[in-house]
């Protein structure tokens, strides 16, 4: 279920093309997320539930008790609690940071090859990837473009 599929009465929605329209679905998701996660983040800095519960209604949802209620035991909840766990765990398992926003990579291969690029999927490597002082991602960065230029020039 998408979320434009709620905003029908509010927005006309029904023009867009669809790469607008998968704009627009992703944009809302991201900041639904964030929303959760900052009132997630709310409700943390209570050390009892009952309390948070109680006295914790961020005023955005004010005179809407019953959804900070549902909140509040969905931030309780055994799943969520796994989950919120195992996404803390492979962030910290990470070892390459993207560094190009929200940009999708599709769009920057497609610049890199109006430029003329040989190999875009190296070269957005490299721009996405390598920063000073990441010495992991310009080691491989650094490895792929000799492995590359030496195989080309071995086999033709």
Not at 10 to 38: H, I, T
Not at 124 to 138: C, T
């Amino acid at each position: 279920m998408y979320v434009s599929n709620f905003l029908q009465t509010n927005y006309n929605l029904e023009d867009l093309n669809e790469e607008s329209l998968a704009y627009v679905n992703r944009l809302f998701g991201e900041r639904y997320k964030q929303w959760k996660s900052d009132l997630h983040h709310h409700f943390q800095a209570y050390d009892d539930p009952e309390v948070a519960l109680r006295e914790g209604c961020p005023k955005e949802l004010e005179g809407r008790e019953d959804s900070w209620a549902w909140l509040c035991t969905h931030f309780q909840a055994p799943d969520f609690g796994n989950k919120t766990q195992v996404n803390k765990g492979n962030r910290k398992k990470k070892t390459l940071l993207h560094h190009s926003g929200s940009r999708p990579f599709s769009y920057r291969m497609d610049a890199r090859r109006r430029g003329g690029s040989k190999f875009p999927e190296i070269d957005v490597f490299g721009d996405v990837y390598v920063r000073p002082g990441n010495e992991l991602a310009e080691s491989l960065h650094v490895s792929i473009n000799f492995y590359v230029t030496h195989s080309i020039h071995i086999h033709v």
